[in-house]
């Protein structure tokens, strides 16, 4: 009779960190129970114990049966079962756990199952600098939490495949970083300073409470501030590139020439801390005029003259660099005929320079070259510098920064996100020593869709960046999390540098395989499990986590869900159709904005007595206490736990759907806020 209830086998051979064991005559496959919980068996990712004298050494489960059987001397597998592969991950020395082991067990040795008893000594201390993440999905009853030092410094990435819970699993964790997500211990890191870049507008009104929002079109009765990322902040040879196209190097070097004088003229009537003209370059953050550039390229492409010397312009009408007018001029004469072409430094970029006069007038690209208080005038001077633009990203109240990029025209976001990081990484890295600096306050940067503009064949400045980052930013307070849903694409060098893996299901074998090559440790078994882990449940292995480990990851919840779940098709397809109108659908598409309503302006807020006579309904909601409705202004009031808003301009069928709806709060983020002006009552 087996007397010890936890005995799997014993050890068979040593192969390094890889052990064989076989399995005890005793231990039939299937369920076991202990202290009156249920163990299943010999399961891929769970864990075993092997004791040591006065420690434990522990391994992960990473292949059972036949396969796992070591080969005879003859080279032939052992004609056997009942067999199992175990990775040695950690070892436990009097009551603490350390990852790696300090010795090897000898063959014989007992090999035991880890009960809810031993995981608790490994996840369920709550020192310092812990973040909770989720529960084990093997006992459920176990919290898992992960090294916040180690997830920062040492970079981590998230993936998955799309639907598989990436977006809610960083929106949980970084909720969990500012708040503490744990009822037992829920301090949280209130100090925290996260920049996340979030591709596809999802996370606002997920991280509404602990982040301060950026966005191009911003919803000033939610928080937002509208983003503005200067020009002059961005590389001048890229700058370029996008507002005038192919330029040979004569041209681009003429061309930086002069904006290099511009900066320098500016700082010399407008000196800036830390800024001398004599070791400016034009790669220095420091404004100027892109009207004025314009306007005094074009000058000699169109000039003509009076006379042969070249003294007498033959102007009609003088130009308006402040409206991005040109100066018209005579046509030239044919043959010696006056008046006479220009001759004196035209650069032949005739075409390239309406190209530029186009972008600067295409209202979509405002927010990068007319950033509001930013924007330069003629003499190169703005409102705002950097020392605002970095405080506005980095120096507010709140913990994490989203700059919504969901309104930036694809042509240009690689560029945009790699000057944002160019901006970002240069002000911590030589700011290292100051308060402000990522020593003292360190900064991680999450970049959703990363497989957009890191990807291997990617040749451009955010790939670069982040390469910057991932190997030196550790030094100066600065860490990365790259989320992606292709990891087979994202470039080498970057992925090999993350410390930590959060791997959700993955279905591409060529993504699985990246993963593989790229996880710290040694676990085939473990990561052939990717295709089948539940929706919201994730391998997470790496420097920040105790042991690799199947986890659930904690949902937060419903209105802290990023925009991005799966529309109910059935549902929404045997319900009535909601009031459709295509010319909202059109608008919205031609002002790049989600949230374009023709109802901009506020109407007046109703009377005292009119709020107090409107009758509201108490609903069933987790976030909405009632709802009222009052036909004859079309004027929707909701009261949310939070407060009382009024929606104006909705339409009955439109409340009626309301009603009617199972989610309200899910139905009030979906429908009437992004549509809707309101006001907060």
Not at 27 to 47: L, M, P
Not at 342 to 362: K, T, Y
Not at 462 to 487: D, L
Request: with cysteine.
């Amino acid at each position: 009779m087996n007397i010890k209830p936890t005995l799997l086998g014993h050890v068979g051979a040593v192969a390094g960190a890889a052990i064989s064991v076989r399995l005890s005559p005793n231990v039939a496959s299937g369920i076991a129970i202990i202290g009156g919980k249920s163990y299943r068996i010999g399961q891929v990712g769970s864990f075993v114990r092997i004791p040591q004298g006065y420690h434990d050494l522990y391994g992960i489960v990473a292949e059972v049966g036949a396969n796992a059987a070591p080969a005879t001397p003859q080279g032939q597998p052992e004609v056997s079962d009942r067999w199992m592969t175990i990775q040695l991950v950690g070892e436990i020395v009097g009551t603490s756990f350390e990852r790696g082991i300090s010795q090897y067990p000898n063959v014989r040795d007992e090999v035991h199952l880890v009960t809810e008893e031993d995981l608790a000594v490994i996840y369920g201390t709550q020192d310092g600098g812990q973040v909770l993440i989720g529960r084990l999905a093997s006992a459920e009853g176990i919290p898992v939490r992960i090294d916040l030092d180690k997830l920062v410094t040492r970079h981590s990435a998230v993936l998955g495949s799309t639907g598989a819970g990436k977006s809610t699993t960083v929106s949980s964790l970084l909720r969990s970083i500012a708040l503490g997500g744990d009822a037992e211990a829920a301090q949280g890191f209130p100090s925290a300073r996260i920049l996340l870049l979030d591709i596809h507008g999802e996370y606002g009104r997920a991280l509404e409470s602990v982040s301060t929002v950026f966005r191009i079109n911003p919803n000033a009765g939610a928080g937002e501030l509208p983003l503005h990322i200067p020009f002059w902040a961005l590389d001048p040879a890229e700058l370029l590139a996008f507002l005038m196209g192919k330029l040979d190097d004569k041209q681009l070097t003429q061309i930086l020439d002069r904006i290099m004088d511009y900066k320098v003229k500016a700082v010399s009537a407008q000196p800036a801390p830390g800024l001398d003209v004599n070791s400016m370059t034009a790669d220095s953050p420091s404004p100027y005029s892109l009207k004025k550039l314009w306007s005094e390229l074009l000058d000699p492409e169109v000039r003509t003259w009076l006379d042969q010397q070249r003294l007498q312009p033959a102007l009609d009408e003088a130009g308006d660099p402040q409206t991005l007018k040109a100066p018209k001029y005579r046509p030239h004469g044919a043959g010696s005929a006056a008046p006479f072409i220009n001759q004196v430094g035209v650069l032949g970029i005739r075409r390239q320079l309406d190209q530029m006069r186009s972008r600067l007038l295409d209202r979509q690209y405002d927010f990068l070259l007319h950033p509001g208080d930013w924007e330069p005038d003629l003499d190169s001077q703005s409102l705002k510098g950097l020392p605002e633009l970095l405080e506005a990203w980095l120096g507010h109240s709140k913990p994490i920064t989203i700059l919504d990029l969901s309104g930036i025209p694809s042509p240009v976001v690689a560029r945009l996100i790699g000057a944002i990081l160019r901006i970002i990484y240069e002000g911590l890295f030589w700011g290292r020593d100051k308060s402000e600096g990522g020593i003292a306050r360190p900064l991680l940067v999450v970049m959703e869709e990363a497989h957009r503009y890191l990807s291997k064949d990617a040749d451009g400045p955010a790939r670069e960046m982040v390469q910057r980052i991932v190997k030196e930013g550790r030094k100066f307070g600065i860490g990365a999390m790259v989320v992606s849903q292709r990891p087979s694409e994202v470039d080498d060098t970057i992925l090999s540098q993350c410390g930590t893996f959060v791997a959700l299901r993955l279905s591409n074998s060529a993504d699985r395989t990246k993963v593989q090559a790229s996880l710290p440790d040694n676990l085939a078994g473990v990561i052939d499990s990717l295709p089948v882990l539940r929706v919201g449940e994730a391998v997470i292995t790496g420097e920040a986590a105790r042991l690799p480990i199947r986890c659930r990851i904690t949902l937060p919840r419903e209105e802290h869900r990023p925009n991005s779940e799966d529309p109910a098709v059935a549902k929404r397809w045997m319900g009535d159709r909601l009031p459709e109108d295509y010319g909202r659908l059109a608008a919205s598409w031609r002002a790049q904005s989600p949230t374009w309503t023709t109802l901009r302006v506020i109407r007046t807020k109703l009377p005292q007595q009119e709020i107090e006579a409107m009758e509201r309904e108490l609903v069933v909601s987790s976030n909405v206490v009632s709802i009222g409705y009052e036909p004859t202004t079309s004027t929707l009031e909701v009261e949310f736990k939070n407060g009382v808003y009024q929606y104006y301009n909705v339409p009955d069928a439109m409340y009626q759907q309301l009603m009617a709806a199972a989610s309200k709060g899910q139905f009030i983020n979906t429908y009437i806020k992004p549509a809707y002006p309101c006001s907060r009552v």
